[in-house]
């Protein structure tokens, strides 16, 4: 007889039963409407907002940071290059994390609940955050020289006229939650996952990051304010103890397999 392994956060993730769907479902909905609300609280202050994109700026080159500008110049080479990089801006966002959450909703229940907490203390902590320094994005910023690439290429999610857009607030740059719910959605996959490839994951925070500073969306201290923020919710907020990263880690289930039959034996 033969001893085979059964993985141990398969077992652990089927032994966890899953939240109410129902109330799951109105509970991410209520968030995602009362961030939807506070953003719309944060609209205006433009003259703050161009204040805080000065102060950002200079910080930046205070702190040698790479040019925003660099990032654009190599999506402007290809029209088609700058159009699929507003194409990702305006449609991976939600429904890369509405896709994430769902999955490990029916996958990984323990995870789940753990993962969107990290989303709601991240959003929370950035809607806080929009209040207080209302920012404009560098392709509003003169001095950057950036391109608008929505607004000259398409598409593009926000209206031309800012202080009036009523769909969105385009004062809100910092923190950048595109890059946070980006870098979130890898981590979680990576600790949800055993497969050698799972580090894979980290692609989509990178390429979100290159399409968010090419797009002139955000400046590179937006993601890393989101970083800072993910990374404090990540410690305050641990994972359930048995999970992918724990059980999968420490033990293995012994199931027993039969042996196949060896020709030629006992004859």
């Not at 890369?96 to 999955?103: M, N």
């Not at 990374?231 to 641990?238: N, R």
């Amino acid at each position: 007889m033969q001893l085979r392994t059964e993985p141990a956060e398969e077992r652990a993730a089927d032994a966890i039963p899953r939240p109410p769907l129902v109330r799951e479902l109105l509970l991410v909905a209520g968030l995602f409407l009362l961030y939807k609300f506070g953003r719309m609280l944060a609209n205006g202050h433009s003259a703050e907002a161009f204040r805080n994109a000065d102060q950002v700026w200079g910080w930046e080159r205070a702190l040698h940071l790479p040019g925003e500008g660099s990032v654009q110049a190599a999506l402007l080479h290809s029209d088609s290059l700058v159009h699929i990089a507003n194409v990702y801006y305006a449609t991976v966002h939600f429904p890369a994390t509405a896709a994430f959450l769902v999955w490990l909703y029916l996958r990984r229940p323990a995870h789940y609940v753990w993962a969107r907490r990290v989303l709601a203390a991240l959003t929370a902590a950035a809607l806080l955050l929009h209040l207080v320094f209302p920012l404009a994005p560098p392709r509003m910023l003169e001095i950057a020289g950036l391109v608008d690439t929505g607004q000259v290429y398409g598409p593009t999610v926000y209206s031309a006229a800012p202080a009036t857009d009523s769909m969105a607030n385009q004062f809100a740059a910092m923190p950048s939650l595109h890059f946070g719910w980006a870098l979130m959605v890898a981590i979680g996959l990576i600790a949800a996952t055993r497969s050698r490839l799972r580090w894979l994951w980290l692609l989509h925070p990178a390429v979100t990051l290159l399409v968010i500073v090419g797009t002139a969306n955000h400046y590179w201290l937006d993601a890393i304010v989101a970083t800072a923020l993910l990374g404090a919710a990540l410690a305050l907020i641990q994972l359930p103890h048995r999970t992918a990263t724990t059980a999968g880690q420490h033990s293995k289930a012994l199931v027993p397999v039969e042996e196949p039959a060896l020709v030629g034996v006992g004859r």
